[in-house]
C-alpha cells in the first residue's frame, strides 16, 4: 500500500527530519565528546571552572604548606570549615535561579540559630524542639519575604535588604548587646565538632557509590529503552568511577587517625558532611527531576513565557525564598555548633556574601535560570580553601578578603561572558 504525499508536504518531511537526525544517531563517545566541547565553546561551561579553580588552590597551597595542608587533621577541619557557608549557598541557590537576591539569609540563620538556642537554655526545650521551631522561624522569615516579592510585588533588593537590618535587631533583642547563648547539647554540638563510627562511615561511602551507580545505569537504560539519545555507555561508567573513587578516598582518609597524640585516636568523617550530601541529593533530585524543578529553571529564564504556559509564578517566587530561608536556618545551626555558641553578630558581617559568592562561584548564574545544587557545594570548597590555606600561610585578614573578593569577580565575570557567548550562538 503506497501513500502520496504533495510534493510541498513532502519537502516539509524531509526539513524536519534532517532537523531531528541528530537525535537519531548513533551517539558514540567521539560524538559525546564533540556535543560537549560545542556547549562549551558556547558558553555552557558549568561547574568547570570551579573545579579547576579548586584543583589549582589544592596544588598551590599543597606546594606551600607541604606539611600540612594535605594532612588529615586539616581535611576534616576543612570540611567542617565549609559546611555553614555550603548549606546557605544550597538554599541561595534557589533564589538565583530566578534572577532574585536575598541579602537577608545571613541573618536570618542568626535569628533561627539565636531561637534554638534560647530554647535550650532559657526554655530547657530539647534539641529537637529547639532545631523544630529553628526550622519553622525560617520558614515564616522566608514566607514574608516570597510575598513581600511575588504579591506585593515590591523588588527582593528592597525586601531583603530591609530585613537584612531587622532581623539582626532581633538577634540583638534576644541575646543582648555583648551577650553570649552558649550551646552545650551533645546532638548539636556533634554536628561540626564530632566524628560518625569508621565503620559507619565506610558503610555509607560505599551505598552511595553503589546508589550512584544504580540511577546512572538505570537512567541509561531507559533512555536506550526508549530510544532517546544518551552518553554512551563507556562515559556513563567512567564518571560512575570517578565519583566513586573519590567518595572512597575521601572515606579512606577521613579515617585515619588524625590525632595529635597517640594516647587518643580522632577518626570518622565529621557528622556534618553526610548531612551536606543528604541535602545535596534531595536537591538535585528536586531541580532536575521533579516539574517543580522544571518550572523553577522556566521561570528563571522567562517568567512572562512562563505564566503563559500555565506555571504559577507567583508560587514558585514564594517557595524559593521559603527554601532559601529554611537553609538558612540550618546554616544557622552548623554555625552555632562549630562556635558552640551564639553571639549578637551571629549570621552577620561576610556571612550572606561567601553564602552568595560560593553559589556563583561554583558556577550559578545571577542571571537567573542557570545553576544546580552542586554549585553551592563546589563554591563552598573553594571559598574555605582559601581561608584554610591563606590561615595556614599566616596571611593577614585583609589578604583573605581581597583574594575571596577577587575570585568572586572572576567567576562574576566568567558568567557574564559566558552569557553572552551563549546569546550569540542562539543557546
Known amino acids: ?90 538554599g541561595l541557590v534557589f533564589v538565583l535561579l530566578l534572577g532574585e537576591i536575598d541579602l537577608s539569609a545571613g541573618v536570618a540563620s542568626g535569628v533561627c540559630a539565636a531561637v534554638m538556642a534560647k530554647l535550650m537554655v532559657d526554655a530547657g526545650q530539647p534539641w529537637y524542639v529547639a532545631v523544630i521551631t529553628a526550622i519553622g522561624v525560617g520558614i515564616v522569615i522566608g514566607t514574608a519575604i516570597g510575598w513581600l516579592v511575588s504579591v506585593v510585588r515590591i523588588p527582593s533588593f528592597v525586601v ?68 532517546l539519545v544518551g552518553r554512551p555507555l563507556v562515559l556513563v561508567a567512567g564518571q ?64 512572562e513565557a512562563a505564566r503563559r504556559a500555565g506555571i504559577n509564578v507567583t508560587r514558585i517566587r514564594m517557595s524559593v525564598f521559603m527554601i532559601a530561608s529554611t537553609f538558612a536556618a540550618l546554616s544557622g545551626i552548623a554555625a552555632a555548633s562549630r562556635l558552640n555558641s551564639i553571639t549578637p553578630d551571629a549570621g552577620g558581617g561576610t556571612t550572606l556574601l561567601l553564602g552568595v559568592g560560593a553559589a556563583v562561584i561554583g558556577g550559578t548564574s545571577l542571571f537567573g535560570g542557570k545553576g544546580k545544587a552542586r554549585d553551592a557545594v563546589l563554591g563552598g570548597l573553594v571559598i574555605a580553601t582559601i581561608d584554610n590555606g591563606l590561615g595556614l600561610l599566616g596571611a593577614k585578614a585583609y589578604a583573605n578578603f581581597l583574594i575571596t573578593g577577587g575570585v568572586l569577580l572572576f567567576a562574576a565575570s566568567i558568567d557574564a561572558l559566558a552569557r553572552r557567548r551563549r546569546a550569540a550562538t542562539g543557546r
Not at 21 to 46: I, K, M, P, Q
Request: hydrophobic share 50%.
Open 240 to 303: 560512575v568511577a570517578v565519583i566513586a573513587a573519590a567518595l572512597l578516598v575521601a572515606t579512606y582518609v577521613l579515617s585515619l587517625d588524625r590525632a595529635p597524640s597517640p594516647l587518643i585516636v580522632i577518626s570518622g568523617i565529621p557528622w556534618g558532611v553526610p548531612l551536606v550530601g543528604v541535602l545535596l541529593i534531595i536537591c538535585t533530585f528536586v531541580l532536575g527531576r521533579t516539574p517543580y524543578g522544571r518550572h523553577v529553571y522556566a521561570v528563571g529564564g522567562n517568567a
Open 160 to 227: 531583603t535588604l530591609a530585613l537584612f537590618l531587622g532581623l539582626q535587631g532581633i538577634t540583638l533583642r534576644l541575646i543582648g548587646d555583648g551577650g553570649t547563648v552558649p550551646v552545650r547539647d551533645d546532638v548539636i554540638v556533634a554536628l561540626a565538632n564530632k566524628n560518625m563510627p569508621v565503620w559507619l562511615g565506610w558503610t555509607l561511602a560505599v551505598l552511595c557509590a553503589a546508589g550512584y551507580a544504580a540511577t546512572q545505569l538505570w537512567r541509561w537504560r531507559r533512555q536506550r529503552e526508549r530510544g
Open 1 to 90: 500500500m503506497s501513500t502520496n504525499i504533495p510534493e510541498g508536504k513532502e519537502a516539509a518531511v524531509k526539513l524536519a527530519d534532517s532537523d531531528f537526525a541528530a537525535d537519531r544517531r548513533e551517539h558514540d563517545v567521539r560524538a559525546a565528546v564533540g556535543d560537549y566541547w560545542s556547549r562549551v565553546r558556547s558558553g555552557d561551561l558549568g561547574a568547570v571552572p570551579a573545579i579547576l579553580g579548586l584543583a589549582g588552590l589544592v596544588v598551590l597551597f599543597t606546594a606551600l604548606r607541604p606539611e600540612t595542608f594535605l594532612s588529615t587533621g586539616n581535611i576534616a577541619n576543612l570540611s567542617t570549615q565549609a559546611l555553614p557557608v555550603t548549606i546557605l549557598a544550597m
